[in-house]
């Protein structure tokens, strides 16, 4: 009868056994359905590690109910050997575990769990509730742990902790909590940079989108949406068929199959906006690799040229008739010669007087500021009206860049040839760049040189300020640039060498058109339309320069200009007369008359307080008549005139021209004249009057060194 009842008691306790291990082998099936949270991408691992430590735990226990009736010694030790085997598995875990009952109580737990929730291991021994428990942690809102199944928690220290809870067949639950602070941190990144990718392309005056391989939009920016949808209207994920409709689809499909193959495409199109109106588009598809060279999609870039489109109809249509009439009349040519010259001089005229309307204010706040930095001020202020003369610098810069760039387009640009000393362009070209290049670890090397050479030293430094800002895109940290020059028989080559990874054969070409990027630009160096390099090109035809590339793929690459050289003694004498204005001017005496002359009152008002700050006695006119009735203009006294070239309807050249004619005294005063305006012939007019010519927006120190030179002049005849 014993024997029977201690066989019946073996079975229920192997009964029991089976059925415990059913239930952790459900509970892991159910865990592995489920997969890991989307934000915890990497965690597969340590997850794994722990449903096999949960087995191993249940194998444990099992063994441990049969120890108890056992005394052999060798499976006790080996019931301690798998506990401490389980909590190194379990403590080795990168995330923070708990194993909870369906009692509530903690079964299992590591060390991470500690570090993630703030608690002590004495608080998690003393519990018999751990909900309880985990209401007193660190963690900023634990209730949410009980309420969802997934829930973003945030510490003290300012970690981010995502916790993750899987129920159990027996009413228990595993809790998982992982630091994702970096995740965290690198998604906030990368929502930064979106927004500055946003705001940079919805101010680009143009219409720019990126499409995938199957035609579906991913990106637009405010122009592109502006032009095809209706406020409020969905284009992103949208296939484009969805905004052209298939008609236009069907027209764009021969240029998108084109794009897709590799190639850059450039292409013009009438399209109708939102609005039902009709504008010719200049469209530009760019292909995006990725590192195999595989077409993931491409980029696309719609310019409005129906201004441009019905100017040149207007001009064929012109061509047209002139081309009728020649064969009618000989005589009718030379009219039509006439006319068109008498165009491109208003065209010039025109865009000097924009350039003389944009720079003249900011002429007035440069000369203001330069007015306020001679009076005594605290170091702070000082300091502000400091940094606003830079600022202020830098947009006279950026304004005659663009203007020049628009006279460029309009062919109204000229080269302003003369003999310079090549350190002039390279010296400060080289301290511009050094901490450009530094912030990026990389070292700039000058290699300068005593030639005189024969260029536009504007035009070229922004040619090789070009050739610098690309070599900085493309060298990694730690390499090196080298600015420097050699000569080539007649001609001086400056070069620009980089470290970077070079450029292929087959590109060196290329890279000089429109909108052409190097495929290690599309994901390594994202940055730029592609325009940089195909306006060297066009300033180097301007300046009648050769530009060069030579490049080792792998070791880096050289762009080059060759600029003709001057011969040493003509270059000597000039570098006589260029050195003599460094002595003398700083022992002229800033006193004496000065005539101001120019129409905006903000001009005279300035330049009066500036002058006048220097020692000078100032008298202003804003036109011929206050000029006329001023008694100074006979004054043997007067020593210099300061004229705005652009005096409303009269030019300052004619009006001092006029007055120093009419002047009594044989002591001719020196003439200043102030113009935006950069043509060669006002500069060679200025040259046979004898005037001294700035270019605005004028420095206070270039006017005041200009004064102290002329002044030196007189002095010396």
Known sequence: MASETELRHQLAEREAKIARLERINQALMQRIEQGSSPQLNGVHSPFTAFQHAAVLAEQVRERTR???HSADVSKQKALAEKMLLLQNTVDNLSQGVALVNGQGQLEVWNAKLLDLTGLSRRQLGLTNDFQACLMRSALSQPQQIFSQTRSEQKLLDGRTIAAERHPLPDAGYLLALTDISTHVAYAASLAESERWLRAI???????IAYLSANGIYEFVN????????????????????EIHGESGYQRLQPYIAEVLNGDNVVFEITETNIQGVSRHLLKSYVPNRDSAGKVLGFFVLNRDITERKRTSEALRQANILLEKRVQERTAALSQAKNEAEIANASKSQFLAAVSHDVLQPLNAARLFNGAMLDQSLSPEVRGLAQKAARSLDDVGDLLR????????DAGALAAQVEVIPVDAVLKPLADEAEAMLASKGIRLRLQSSRDWIITDSALLTRILRNFISNAYRYTPAGGEVLLGCRRRGTQLEIQVLDTGPGIAADQRKSIFREFHRLPAAEHEHAGGLGLGLAIVERLARLLDHVVDVK????RGSMFSIQVPRQQADQSSDRQARRDEPSVIPNTIQEQGLIGVIDNDPAICQALESILSGWGYTVVLAQNREQLVAQDFWQDRELRAVIVDYHLGAD?????VTELLQQRLSSAQPAVLLLTANHSQALQ??????????????VRPLQLRMTLRTLFSRSKSR
């Not at 030019?651 to 009006?655: A, I, L, N, S, Y």
């Open 684 to 697: 060679d007019q200025a040259r046979e009057l004898g005037f001294e010519l700035l270019h605005k927006p």
């Open 551 to 554: 490049s080792k793929v792998g």
């Open 201 to 207: 392309t919805d101010n680009v005056p143009a219409m």
């Open 651 to 655: 030019f300052g050249t004619d009006v």
């Open 401 to 408: 860049t663009l203007v020049d760039l628009s006279k460029l």
């Open 222 to 241: 405010r122009g592109y949406a502006e032009f095809y949808l209706q406020p409020g209207q969905e284009i992103l994920q949208q296939h484009i068929t």
């Open 66 to 68: 049969e120890l108890k």
